[in-house]
């Protein structure tokens, strides 16, 4: 049964881009097209990791809690340290948010390991939240290499300036996905951490606290350098346009987002009942 855990874990865990599987994601997300880079990191790494959650229920009832737990921590950890190493380097800002994606469903496992309702329905919150925010992300992202035709953080300078509306989705995209408020991820990390603390894993969340910091500053000076940066050098400024037909669903994705941050309205008993249900430890 161990084994068999362990093996669905890697297997489902491949697919939604935890350490040591994680290779693919970014060179998957980074050359895919704006829109399918938006479903994949928004919508299938969610539906693996919802498999990993199937399985982590009847493994808890077959083995205990401690099993699944441990596994669950040591991918958590090794995926925000893959991330964090991987993002201070990083010149490529599409590949900069396929990193992004690696760190989240390490937080997401971190908070699976808890395990607590608490945990759970937070673990719940924030996969939404993720996929809002990264397909707003994916979609602007999309726009900003049409123009330059470059997928490099070089080639992207003084984008406030030049795009004000592509930049100010792109910005907010990214302040979500770093976990400000009022963003929704704010919330959901708010009540990992504190989920973490009560159920005795106050070292494993310090040190992917510690881990975050990294990804904060690494991602902050990529996004200074393309939004504020200095004029390109052969002072080309190509514009970046954004049709209404796509400004309304990436404004309508980070609107959600940070709604949800404030009140999860009609989604807190769906949340609650989930939670109760993959909810192992109380």
């Known amino acids: 049964m161990r084994i068999a855990v362990a093996l669905l874990v890697l297997g489902f865990g491949t697919k939604a881009g935890l350490a040591p599987m994680h290779a693919w994601l970014p060179d998957a997300h980074s050359q895919a097209p704006a829109p399918v880079s938006a479903l994949m990191s928004g919508v299938l790494l969610s539906v693996a990791f919802y498999a990993i959650l199937r399985v982590k229920v009847i493994a808890d009832g077959a083995l205990g809690v401690g099993f699944t737990r441990t596994l669950l921590v040591v991918v958590a950890l090794a995926s925000l340290a893959v991330a964090a190493a991987l993002l201070l380097a990083q010149r490529d800002y599409k590949r900069l948010l396929a ?7 390490g937080i997401v ?60 989705a792109f910005a907010l995209g990214l302040l979500a996905l770093l976990g400000m408020p009022p963003f929704s991820l704010f919330a959901s990390e708010v009540g990992i951490v504190r989920a973490a603390f009560d159920g005795g894993l106050g070292w494993a969340v310090a040190a992917a606290l510690a881990l975050m910091l990294v990804i904060v500053a690494a991602v902050l ?37 940070a709604v949800l941050g404030v009140a999860a309205g009609p989604l807190v008993t769906l949340l609650e009942s989930a939670a109760e249900l993959t909810g192992a430890v109380r």
């Open 99 to 105: 990193y992004s994606s690696i760190e989240h469903m």
């Open 109 to 168: 496992a971190l908070g699976a390991a808890v395990g607590t309702r608490l945990a759970m329905a937070a673990v719940l919150l924030h996969v939404l939240g993720h996929g809002l925010g990264k397909s707003a992300l994916f979609l602007s992202s999309g726009y900003i290499h049409q123009a330059v035709g470059s997928s490099r953080v070089a080639a992207v300078r003084g984008l406030a300036r030049r795009a004000p509306l592509v930049a100010g």
């Open 221 to 257: 000076g990529r996004a200074r350098q393309m939004l504020l940066g200095p004029p390109a050098d052969d002072g080309g400024e190509a514009a970046v346009r954004l049709p209404i037909t796509a400004a309304v669903p990436i404004v309508a994705g980070l609107a959600a987002c």
